[in-house]
């Protein structure tokens, strides 16, 4: 199925490795023209180098942290016209105990979960419906729908987005600039994986040991972790042509762990 975007420019901020890369990769498969972003050079190198030649299509690596005015400057400098935007970052640290996370811990996932991507959509957000056709898409959180203490800075923050980028969404649809969240629950990324390991480490335990209990700490149908490539596809079909009428959702990917038929 053509997505009908081939050619446009997109803007993948935090896409060297997991959901981002996934999403940069299925975007490059349209022939959209893509700039990604991450903060270590070398993983972001290879990620651009990966998909342009697997795809054809053209990769720009933009050395940035989101989290900084900076780093948006340099994405923003790199592409000051996206037509699509996609927004991700690290999983945040988890926490099991609420009393363990300090106010620099909040300052840190607040900017680059929070301001970072609220900056990037107010930057760009007006060129779009100046051009009469846009896509934004936040890469977020289960845990925006599903709070429990172990997400507990990653999920309020996220629910502060998600709020934010619905709000925009009506403003912005009459002029076919269309934004969208997705929510993931536990895929097989680098993030997961270094938290994964993180918890072996502290509970003398295994990586695979870690892996079942966080399933069942979820209580996830699928009993297994989600494929980060098809979530990828998910996130291109969010930038399609076709999502014009995709308003401000909130499309949940997490195996069925969230209990609600809406
Ligand atoms: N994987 C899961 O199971 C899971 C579950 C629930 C929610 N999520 C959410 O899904 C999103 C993606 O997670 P993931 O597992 O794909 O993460 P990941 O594997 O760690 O990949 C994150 C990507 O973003 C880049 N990045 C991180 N912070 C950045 C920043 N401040 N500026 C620019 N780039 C940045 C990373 O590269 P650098 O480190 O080099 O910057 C990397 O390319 C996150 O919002 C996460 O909270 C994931």
């Known amino acids: 199925m053509d997505l009908r975007i081939r050619n446009r420019r997109a803007i993948i901020a935090g896409a060297s490795a997991g959901l981002g890369y996934s999403s940069a990769m299925a975007l490059a498969r349209e022939g959209v023209t893509l700039f990604i ?4 050079e070398e993983r972001l190198r290879n990620a651009a180098e990966t998909i342009a030649r697997e795809t054809t299509a053209s990769v720009t690596p933009v050395v940035a942290d989101h989290g900084t005015r900076e780093g948006r400057q340099a994405l923003l400098k790199a592409c000051p016209q996206p037509d699509i935007l996609v ?8 926490t099991e ?7 620099e811990d909040w300052y840190g996932s607040v900017t680059t979960t929070l301001v970072g991507p609220i900056e990037l959509m107010k930057a760009t957000v007006d060129g779009m419906a100046d ?11 289960g845990a925006a729908k599903h709070p429990t203490e172990l997400r507990l800075l990653s999920g309020p923050t996220r629910s502060a987005l998600v709020n934010y980028t619905v709000a925009l969404s009506k403003r912005f649809a009459k ?14 990324t680098p993030g997961l994986e270094k938290m ?3 918890r ?8 695979a040991f870690e892996e079942q209990r966080l399933i069942e700490f979820f209580g996830m149908p699928t009993k297994r972790l989600a494929d980060s490539d098809d979530f990828g596809a998910f996130c291109a079909l969010l930038c399609s042509d076709y999502a014009n009428s995709i308003v401000g959702q909130n499309l949940v990917i997490d195996g069925g762990t969230i209990h609600g038929m809406f």
Do not use: M, Q
């Open 196 to 198: 994964l390991s993180d």
């Open 87 to 94: 927004i991700t970052c690290s999983p945040p640290k988890a």
């Open 97 to 103: 105990d609420f009393r363990e996370i300090s106010e």
């Open 37 to 40: 972003s991450a903060r270590g």
């Open 131 to 141: 051009r009469r056709w846009g896509r934004i898409v936040n890469i977020a959180t």
């Open 200 to 207: 072996a480490e502290r509970n003398g335990s295994s990586y």
């Open 175 to 188: 002029d076919n600039v269309i934004l969208n969240n997705l929510l993931p629950g536990l895929h097989a």
